[in-house]
Structures are given as structure tokens and as C-alpha cells.
């Protein structure tokens, strides 16, 4: 079964320090793997996406995810993180076979 | 680019009514568009893939007869709400893929979210 699973539901960090939100994926197939953000009441913005090409991708904002197929993983970061990035995550896969799932998303807090 | 526009942002009315929700690509065409229902702190749940000029593929569990879909254009599909009740209550959000296959991403309208009174 495909699935997604992001493993933690709340991060706190301190303005300035790394970022680090874990998601794992499960699938038959050789997915393409999504990082959304959320702000309150809006649609979800495209962070980054891995299809296949390079492992490590960088996004907008200063956020990058590798995929590592032997852990089956694809960990969102950011080396500083500013008081803008507290929003929901949700990392998403897509197998091509049917629209997007999701995690079940990982809300950031930045403290000052 | 790859702008998904959706209307109305906010939207409050009786029991009863029914409600239209759009979704647009607005520098884009889109075969495909999805919708999702969202609960509070919770994820997007699919509840159905709209392709343009064909009936919409309902996941499991959602009313086709209480969510209608209509996927006219290339650039628009609608999501009505009939008879709208307060367990209908949510975030409504819309997606859109450009054409060109499983590697473009989708992309997301701001949402839409009902209150039923």
C-alpha cells in the first residue's frame, strides 16, 4: 500500500537554529515525493519536489530534502529557521496512478 | 505561473442551500483537477479527480449525489455542495496538474472554507 507518514506532528525550534521535519514513505512504485506548506487558512505552496533526478533538491525559503531510498525517507530542512517558516508541512508522494497523498502534516513553531 | 484561483475564499449559509465552489487554472490548462477536504489540524483527504469532459472519479465513502463535480474546460471545475448541512462543515481546497505527466506537481488554489449554519 502507498502511504506517508510524517513522524512528528509538532516541531518547536528557536529562531536561527535548523529545521528538521522527518517523513517516511511507503510504495511499490518509484515515487515522485512533495513538500507543501500550509499558513493558516490558505491553499497549500510547493516547496520542493524530488522526481527521480538528483537526491538532494533544494527548495524555496532555503529548504532542501534528500531522498534516501534505502531508508525510504525524504527529511525536510533548513539550516536557520525564521520566525516566517511556523506553518503546517505536509510531505506528499505521487505514484502517477491516482492525486496525492499525504502525510498527516507537521506543524512548525519558531520561537523568537 | 501555475496559478490554481478559487472562489469563494469564505463562505457561510443555512441548512439546506446549496453551494458552488470554483476552481481555475488561470495560466495553465488542466486535464486533470482533484478535490480535497480538509478538517481542523488534519490533512487533505482526496475526495474526488475531476477530468475534463468526463464524470468525476469519487474515492470511497464521498456522495457523488452531495458533491457534484463539473469539469467543463481545460481551465475550470466546480465543486456544488447540495443541500448543504452543518456536518458539511470544512476546507475545501482544489488542485490542478499541468499537462505533461506525473512529474509536474500539482498545484493548489487557497481554499474555500464552508460553514453551514
Known amino acids: 500500500a502507498q502511504s506517508v507518514t510524517q513522524l512528528d506532528s509538532h516541531v518547536s525550534v528557536s529562531e536561527g537554529t535548523p529545521v528538521l521535519l522527518r517523513c517516511n514513505y511507503s510504495s511499490s512504485y518509484s515515487p515522485s515525493l512533495f513538500w507543501y506548506v500550509q499558513h493558516p487558512n490558505k491553499g497549500l505552496q510547493l516547496l520542493l519536489k524530488y522526481t527521480s533526478a538528483a537526491t538532494l533538491v533544494k527548495g524555496i525559503n532555503g529548504f532542501e530534502a534528500e531522498f534516501k531510498k534505502s531508508e525510504t525517507s525524504f527529511h525536510l530542512t533548513k539550516p536557520s529557521a525564521h520566525m516566517s517558516d511556523a506553518a503546517e508541512y505536509f510531505c506528499a508522494m505521487d505514484t502517477g496512478r491516482r492525486a496525492l497523498t499525504f502525510g498527516s502534516g507537521t506543524r512548525l513553531q519558531v520561537q523568537p | 505561473g501555475a496559478v490554481v484561483s478559487q472562489h469563494p475564499s469564505w463562505v457561510i449559509c443555512k441548512s439546506g442551500t446549496s453551494v ?63 443541500s448543504a448541512h452543518p456536518e458539511d462543515s470544512s476546507f475545501y481546497i482544489c488542485s490542478a496538474r499541468t499537462v505533461g505527466g506525473v512529474d509536474q506537481p500539482q498545484h493548489f488554489g487557497d481554499g474555500t472554507r464552508l460553514s453551514i449554519l
Open chain 2, 20 to 82: 458552488k465552489i470554483e476552481c481555475r487554472s488561470l495560466d495553465f490548462q488542466a486535464t486533470t483537477m482533484f478535490w480535497y477536504r480538509q478538517f481542523p489540524k488534519q490533512s487533505l483527504m482526496l475526495m474526488a479527480t475531476s477530468n475534463e469532459g468526463s464524470k468525476a472519479t469519487y474515492e470511497q465513502g464521498v456522495e457523488k449525489d452531495k458533491f457534484l463535480i463539473n469539469h467543463a474546460s481545460l481551465t475550470l471545475s466546480t465543486l456544488t455542495v447540495t
